[in-house]
């Protein structure tokens, strides 16, 4: 499972949806994405779960 703010971060649709198209290309195994639920990206979770992020993992700052 990747990490939430690996580079690039997954804590907005588009950012998820980037990190789906590279990993379809280059797997041959199931994989799953998650998300971060951070302060500044609250308005993002319902799309990054749509986008389909598996888990969240919450930062408080």
Request: charged share 25%.
């Amino acid at each position: 499972m990747d990490m939430p703010l690996s580079e690039p971060s997954t804590v907005t649709f588009e950012a998820i949806e980037n990190k789906k198209k590279v990993a379809s290309s280059q797997t041959v195994v199931d994989y799953a994405l998650y998300s971060g639920i951070i302060p500044s990206h609250i308005e993002d979770i319902k799309d990054t779960f749509d986008a389909g992020a598996q888990s969240y993992k919450v930062f408080y700052v």
